[in-house]
């Protein structure tokens, strides 16, 4: 399976919607909600057999400024202005203003619209800071999941009676007249092939993680880490966009992460180092500063001997930590390690004993302030640690990609002259996102961020130009 683009008028047709959306994430769902919600008829087409995706994958937690939810918990003092700037100082000026400025703008009424019209119960996370983000403002389902973000948004796409075909592959799409997008090929298990007609196309597949080739190609650094994303993550919208002259832009840009449980591929949060967590190498040595970001973090750790490295925390850290699912999960499966001193804590990571000793006592140092961090990061916030202590052995990989097609204020794809395409939307990440051209760039919930507004966006544009 290939995507193509195909130059045809008229093509025959197997079924015709006002709205087709490709993929059933976040972003997906969000434009179908929004593009019924405008009086279209829609439909979602999905290549798995149950929509799953990057979302599920994700944490779920989406940041949002100066929502009711926010002010609920005490929080007056956020804005879209105070997000962009802290985004844009996360990727040092380099992600595009204009689509910063539109999410950060966009995605608290969309998360108060989604709450509105279906229900979608909203929670902030004011616990703990992640790196980069001034305020609290992570907002997530009470689960705290991606998974059971995925499904509210699955509950609401029902609610709203928006069909989603799954086990359907959209592998063409057919360009007419005056470069408008007129029908998608979708490939059906055993191979047959259907071919719908569409008013308007949201491109909601995200991006090129799972596509090898691509990623040697656009970010060689990470190729050699594992990718945990979604396998379906094949670059269709980028091939399809290079195929119709759209515009790409920071194709080097992704999400990595920094604390992915070795072997066991179970995502550690990082609220642990955020808390005072510490990592060294299997020489019991740190290598950075953990709380400059987990996205370039996986960089760093794939670079240290074995391409791991541990989180070490105590148990006030630990005990925060099980409000975490994912950190339960790793709990059940034995990848947390306990140890009530620090010859104990050697014999069960491997670590050098002395070296290990080493490391602790200076870190107690700089937790104390009795000495300057090498690597920039201030100890002083956060209770010393104290023992016990628990370990995790993680590794460094890539989540998803950030770069794509360029869209205007509309989510219309764009081509290199600034053009507009007629009815064609994309969103999440098949868009170019907000994170520069780095992986350095990424905040925190940057790709929930633009899959949830610019899919706002999007099924709004595309609900309105395509109804009859």
Known sequence: MTAEVVRRTGVPTDAVADVVVVGAGACGLVAALRAKAAGAEVI??????????????SSGFVPAPATRFQRATGIDDDSPQRLQDDILAKSEGKSDPDLTRLACKTIGPAMEWLSDAFGID??????????????????AVPEKTGEALLARLLGAAEAAEVPIVTSACVTRLFEGEGRRIEAVEVERPGGAHEVIGCG????????????????????????????????????????????????????????????????????????????GGI?????????????????????EILAQPGAVAWNLYDRRIHDFALSFPDYRQAMEVGAIREAVDVAALA?????????????????????????????????????????????????????????????????????????????????GGAACGVSGPSVSGY????????????????????????RP
């Open 44 to 57: 979602v087409l999905e290549r798995d057999a149950s929509p799953s995706g990057s979302t599920a994958m």
């Open 122 to 139: 909203w929670v902030v996370l004011d616990d703990f800071l992640y790196p980069g983000h001034s305020r609290h403002r992570m907002h």
């Open 200 to 275: 308007a196309l949201v491109l909601a597949c995200n991006g090129y993680g799972g596509n090898p080739d691509l990623v040697r190609r656009y970010i060689p650094e990470i190729a050699g880490g594992p990718y945990f994303g979604h396998a379906g993550n094949r670059g269709d919208a980028v091939l399809w966009g290079e195929a119709l002259g759209a515009r790409l832009e920071h194709l080097s840009g992704y999400q990595g992460h920094g604390s992915l449980a070795h072997p066991q591929g179970i995502l550690i949060s990082w609220a642990l180092m955020m808390e």
């Open 279 to 299: 990592q060294v190498n299997t020489e019991g040595q740190r290598f950075s500063n953990e709380n400059g970001g987990y996205s370039e973090q996986a960089v």
């Open 347 to 427: 014999a069960v990571t491997g670590l050098p004993e002395g070296a290990l000793g080493k490391t602790l006592r200076e870190v107690a140092d700089l937790q104390a302030g009795r000495a300057v961090d090498r690597f920039g990061r201030d100890f002083t916030t956060k209770p010393a640690l104290q023992q016990p202590f628990h370990a995790v052995k993680v590794t460094g990989a890539l989540f998803h990609t950030q770069g794509g097609l360029m869209i205007d204020d509309q989510a219309r794809v764009v081509d290199d002259a600034g053009k507009s395409f007629p009815n064609l939307f994309a969103g």
């Open 443 to 466: 905040l925190s919930g940057n790709g929930l961020l633009t899959a949830i507004a610019f899919g706002f966006i999007a099924g709004t544009s595309a609900g309105v130009s395509a």
